[in-house]
């Protein structure tokens, strides 16, 4: 009988791998606290050492949705409103801050323990028990 991915590396390692590498990625994940500095006054990018803030990126685009309304067809309205919005998205993704909560380093160490272990035991359960590394 075959056991998971059609090896016979067992189906019982890879179900207990499985929920433990889902439970450690799920306590890990829960751990980080986001925070994003979007506003109006932040810095997003900086060209030729002059720093543009967001409210500097909607300029532009103020002015290419006022083209688009004025002439549809505007490709310079079209790209001064596009350029706008990408530039936007990639500023609050850059101003994304990722910080792990506080924990004692019991809590840590039980998640790093489920979570890598859980890789170990899943990854484990696919290859052939017969296989040598």
Known sequence: MR???????????FFIGLIMMVAGGYLFLHNIHVSVGFGLGYQYFSFWGVGITSGMVLVPFIF???????????LIGWLLAGASLVML?????????FHLQNMSAFDLLTILVLLVGGIGLFAGSLRSSKSVL
Do not use: M, P
């Open 89 to 97: 998205g990639f500023g609050v993704i850059a101003q994304t801050r």
């Open 3 to 13: 056991g998971a991915g059609g090896t016979e590396g067992g189906i019982g390692r």
């Open 64 to 74: 290419g949705v006022g083209l688009i309304f004025y002439d549809r067809s505007s």
